[in-house]
């Protein structure tokens, strides 16, 4: 019986995290499977590195390989929209993650950019979330969401489940809509 009690406190402290999102796709593109995506996470770093680890592991489940865009544009220069189609075309990236977590900024290198489009996200308050895709060469808006995270229990303090739980849940809404394989 203390067994079974002591395995309840367990469950009852730990945190859980779940995760909700409201998506819309183009329904008038063509049917395709993305297969390089540039990803830009606008929060602290901490939370842009576990969503961009995430996407990255979870990402080659699907076939897709994604590339950080502060690996491919570091902070400390302006870029211009050509720049950054240039490295993105020569790259072979057919699709550009926005994602936006609570009130986060555009870092203002990033100004004028696709990468820029993030300031339009919409987020409600700090544990939600935006999210958009896009198709670098046109700026065509293939994909957008918007979500929150939900974490309960006691045990929550410095819980880094949230941003693995907003990557997974993306990446299963872009496979539901067609956008990524497997």
């Not at 203390?2 to 063509?30: E, K, P, S």
């Not at 865009?69 to 240039?86: C, N, W």
Request: glycine letters at 10%; proline letters at 3%; aromatic letters at 8%.
């Amino acid at each position: 019986m203390r067994g079974a009690a002591g395995i309840l406190c367990i469950v009852w402290l730990g945190a859980c995290t779940q995760t909700t999102l409201d998506t819309y796709a183009d329904r008038d593109q063509a049917p395709r499977y993305l297969t390089h995506i540039v990803a830009y996470v606008a929060a602290p770093a901490t939370i842009s590195n576990e969503a961009q680890a995430t996407l990255n592991l979870e990402g080659a489940k699907h076939g897709v390989t994604f590339d950080n865009a502060f690996y491919l544009f570091p902070t400390g220069r302006s870029y211009t929209e050509q720049d950054v189609k240039r490295v993105m075309s020569s790259r072979g990236v057919d699709g550009v993650l926005l994602i936006r977590v609570g009130n986060s900024a555009v870092v203002k290198e990033y100004a004028g950019t696709l990468f820029g489009g993030i300031e339009s996200v919409a987020i409600r308050s700090a544990n939600n979330f935006g999210a958009r895709l896009i198709e670098p060469s046109s700026g065509q808006i293939l994909w957008s969401g918007n979500g929150k995270v939900t974490e309960s229990g006691l045990l929550i303090f410095g819980n880094q489940s949230g941003p693995t739980s907003v990557a997974t849940t993306i990446l299963s809404d872009l496979k539901a809509k067609g956008l990524l394989r497997n």
